[in-house]
């Protein structure tokens, strides 16, 4: 599997997270691989781990993103966003692996697939906080 697959599969868990508590979250993931027989064991578990971190960090992911959004607090976002933005603050700043223009590249091109017209520049502008630094 992609890369851009495997990030595209976290985002999806992350998006989950707005609408269940913490306790269902697991058998929401279940539920999101069951059937899905072209994510192999090896990816599914990849996906899971990295979501969980992310969701693990998240208060901590949402106080960095608040910091450099132009008064805008995180819960006002819209949900595909803040998804968006948590996987790549995530990436830039806690995933070694991952260039960081890589990550903000996956961020924007997500957010086209996935969110509104404004939202690229949106995400773009936020992350370009965290290169830089």
Same mark, same amino acid.
């Given at each position: 599997?992609?890369? %851009?697959?495997?990030? *595209?599969?976290?985002?999806? =868990?992350?998006? =989950?997270?707005? &609408?269940?508590?913490?306790? *269902? $979250?697991? @058998?929401? &993931?279940? $539920?999101?691989?069951?059937?899905?027989?072209?994510? @192999?064991?090896?990816?599914? @578990?990849?996906?899971?781990?990295?979501?969980?971190?992310?969701?693990?960090?998240?208060?901590?992911?949402?106080?960095?993103? *608040? !910091?450099? %959004? /132009?008064?805008?607090?995180?819960?006002?976002?819209?949900?595909? #966003?803040?998804?968006? $933005?948590? =996987?790549?603050?995530?990436?830039?700043?806690? #995933?070694? #692996?991952? +260039?960081?223009?890589?990550?903000? /590249?996956?961020?924007?091109? =997500? %957010?086209?697939?996935? !969110?509104?017209?404004?939202? +690229?520049?949106?995400?773009?502008?936020? $992350? !370009?906080? &965290?290169?830089?630094?």
């Amino acid at each position: 599997m992609k890369r %851009s697959e495997i990030r *595209e599969n976290i985002l999806k =868990l992350l998006y =989950l997270d707005d &609408f269940h508590d913490k306790e *269902e $979250l697991n @058998t929401q &993931f279940s $539920l999101y691989f069951d059937g899905k027989k072209e994510i @192999t064991n090896e990816d599914q @578990t990849y996906i899971i781990d990295k979501a969980n971190k992310i969701l693990d960090n998240k208060q901590f992911i949402d106080n960095q993103i *608040e !910091s450099v %959004s /132009n008064r805008w607090k995180v819960e006002r976002m819209d949900k595909v #966003d803040k998804a968006i $933005l948590r =996987l790549a603050y995530f990436e830039i700043k806690m #995933d070694e #692996d991952i +260039p960081d223009k890589v990550a903000v /590249n996956e961020a924007v091109e =997500l %957010s086209k697939k996935y !969110s509104s017209d404004a939202s +690229p520049k949106f995400i773009n502008g936020i $992350l !370009s906080n &965290f290169v830089a630094e």
